[in-house]
């Protein structure tokens, strides 16, 4: 499959040498090297500088010397290049559960990306795991034979004091024992 590119070529802004590269779009990309590499240089100075000169460009309330001031980065070329965010890192909540992601603020909108737009998968048969109604659960285990062993889970309820709710129906350590021949009466 092929993938619109970020194409790159001769960026020389601070301590990068003419470097050329193609990164695809649509991919979750990371800049990795030692203290002084070109990382920031290439995500900040080069790519995300030259992003949003173009976008403040775009804008008619712009004033001349606002114009004036918008200096491109030192680069032949960027093609491919789509509108960019830079999030600032904090450093100041470092702990040693911390991970890039923590630390440049990036947790949250990761996790909520991939809630929103992965699907999950049984990791036994592959196939789709889905979220399903009361009455649908409720159906197909009415419809099992007699004595057939099942596992359902389910979140729990938590009310204000922290504890259960007392919403729902529990049993024993949460769970419940339910006959389907008691409860078709």
């Known amino acids: 499959m092929n993938r619109p590119l970020l194409s790159i070529r001769k960026a020389s802004e601070h301590n990068l040498k003419d470097v050329d590269l193609d990164i695809p779009h649509g991919c979750l990309v990371a800049f990795c090297g030692v203290s002084g590499s070109g990382k920031s240089s290439l995500a900040f100075g080069t790519i995300y500088a030259e992003a949003r000169r173009r976008f403040l460009l775009t804008l008619e309330s712009l004033s001349p010397a606002a114009v004036r001031g918008l200096r491109a980065p030192r680069v032949e070329e960027i093609s491919g290049l789509a509108p960019a965010i830079a999030i600032d890192q904090d450093r100041g909540r470092q702990s040693p559960r911390a991970t890039v992601a923590?630390?440049?603020?990036?947790?949250?909108?990761?996790?909520?990306?991939?809630?929103?737009?992965?699907?999950?998968?049984?990791?036994?048969?592959?196939?789709?795991?889905?979220?399903?109604?009361?009455?649908?659960?409720?159906?197909?285990?009415?419809?099992?034979?007699?004595?057939?062993?099942?596992?359902?889970?389910?979140?729990?309820?938590?009310?204000?004091?922290?504890?259960?709710?007392?919403?729902?129906?529990?049993?024993?350590?949460?769970?419940?024992?339910?006959?389907?021949?008691?409860?078709?009466?």
């Not at 004595?147 to 529990?170: E, F, H, K, W």
């Open 102 to 185: 923590t630390l440049a603020g990036l947790y949250d909108f990761l996790r909520v990306l991939f809630a929103r737009v992965g699907q999950p998968l049984c990791p036994a048969c592959g196939s789709p795991v889905n979220c399903h109604r009361f009455e649908e659960v409720y159906e197909t285990v009415c419809g099992l034979p007699e004595g057939t062993r099942i596992l359902v889970l389910a979140p729990q309820r938590v009310g204000p004091d922290g504890g259960p709710d007392g919403a729902g129906v529990s049993g024993v350590g949460g769970s419940k024992r339910v006959s389907a021949a008691q409860d078709r009466r």
